[in-house]
């Protein structure tokens, strides 16, 4: 039994541009429904409000707290 099989390069390219397509399907499906989950919207303003009211840290503090460098 031979240890490598051959496999078309057309085939191939064919694999890798529907892995590509379901992938991009995936990213857009997420957005979709996060934009439609009223909980998610609900919080995306109350920190927008948080945000603007100055109730926020930097980055570098967060980084900080949590010993990321």
Same mark, same amino acid.
């Given at each position: #039994? $031979?240890? +490598?099989?051959? %496999? $078309?390069?057309?085939?191939? =390219? *064919? %694999?890798?541009?529907?892995?590509? +397509? &379901?992938?991009?399907?995936?990213? !857009? /499906? !997420?957005? &979709? /429904?996060?934009?439609?989950? $009223?909980? &998610?919207?609900? =919080? #995306? @303003?109350?920190?927008?409000? !948080?945000? /603007?009211?100055? *109730? +926020?840290? $930097?980055?570098?503090?967060?980084? @900080? !707290? /949590?010993?990321?460098?």
């Amino acid at each position: #039994m $031979p240890e +490598t099989v051959a %496999i $078309p390069v057309s085939l191939l =390219k *064919k %694999i890798s541009l529907a892995a590509n +397509t &379901f992938h991009e399907l995936e990213d !857009e /499906l !997420e957005d &979709f /429904l996060l934009s439609n989950d $009223p909980d &998610f919207i609900a =919080k #995306m @303003r109350q920190s927008r409000q !948080e945000h /603007l009211a100055g *109730k +926020t840290s $930097p980055l570098s503090d967060l980084k @900080r !707290e /949590l010993c990321i460098k």
